[in-house]
Antibody, heavy 118, light 112 residues
Framework: EVQLVESGGGLVQPGGSLRLSCAAS????????MHWVRQATGKGLEWVSA???????YYPGSVKGRFTISRENAKNSLYLQMNSLRAGDTAVYYC????????????WGQGTMVTVSS | QSALTQPPSASGSPGQSVTISCTGT?????????VSWYQQHPGKAPKLMIY???KRPSGVPDRFSGSKSGNTASLTVSGLQAEDEADYYC????????????FGGGTKLTVL
């Protein structure tokens, strides 16, 4: 079964750090671009970061310089290192597999909750 | 980069058709045939319904269709069913030099 499972969420103080993980199974992980997408409670989806099969990375301005996406193909794992966290980063974080020429997100994890609060 | 613009809500009766719009710019929706649509039920992860403007992944009913004209993409749900009630989000590729991916604000579809 093709599956993504996130972990690592939790409560962190403003200015703190957290590392999210996403374990992939059921497909050739190294062959796919991977993304992180977040959703604040009651709000819409927000793209957070992407990593290509060659390790190229992309970020929106809201997280650039604070978040780092990485992958470890030997472990079928995706990571998101989040530093200098702010209250506005509070959200459910999903990892997603991108497929096809358009990088449509065809497989999503169940999400992991990150709460930034003192 | 601003989010794509979707109406906050849409509704229709069972069996009817409803269309949800998604308006962007020439830098995203209008510039690429890379619009996707996602369905999200409460408490669940999003599910891909349409990709590359009008293509359906395996398993998605053909009641769901997509199209694009200029800077506006549309999702049409025909033959509405109770289980179609959900939030729907559009997204578009926006070029690797800027925002790589941009989402719409979401549309709550209610089946009356």
């Amino acid at each position: 079964e093709v599956q993504l499972v996130e972990s690592g969420g939790g409560l962190v103080q403003p200015g703190g750090s957290l590392r999210l993980s996403c374990a992939a199974s059921g497909f050739t992980f190294s062959s796919y671009d991977m993304h992180w997408v977040r959703q604040a409670t009651g709000k819409g989806l927000e793209w957070v970061s992407a990593i290509g099969t060659a390790g190229d990375t992309y970020y929106p301005g809201s997280v650039k310089g604070r978040f780092t996406i990485s992958r470890e193909n030997a472990k079928n794992s995706l990571y998101l290192q989040m530093n200098s966290l702010r209250a506005g980063d509070t959200a459910v974080y999903y990892c997603a597999r991108a497929s096809g020429a358009s990088d449509a997100f065809d497989i999503w994890g169940q999400g992991t909750m990150v709460t930034v609060s003192s | 980069q601003s989010a794509l613009t979707q109406p906050p809500s849409a509704s229709g009766s069972p069996g009817q058709s409803v269309t949800i719009s998604c308006t962007g710019t020439s830098s995203d929706v209008g510039g690429y045939n890379y619009v996707s649509w996602y369905q999200q039920h409460p408490g669940k992860a999003p599910k891909l319904m349409i990709y590359e403007v009008s293509k359906r992944p395996s398993g998605v009913p053909d009641r769901f269709s997509g199209s694009k004209s200029g800077n506006t993409a549309s999702l049409t749900v025909s033959g509405l069913q109770a289980e179609d009630e959900a939030d729907y989000y559009c997204s578009s590729y926006a070029g690797s030099n800027n925002f790589y991916v941009v989402f719409g604000g979401g549309t709550k579809l209610t089946v009356l």
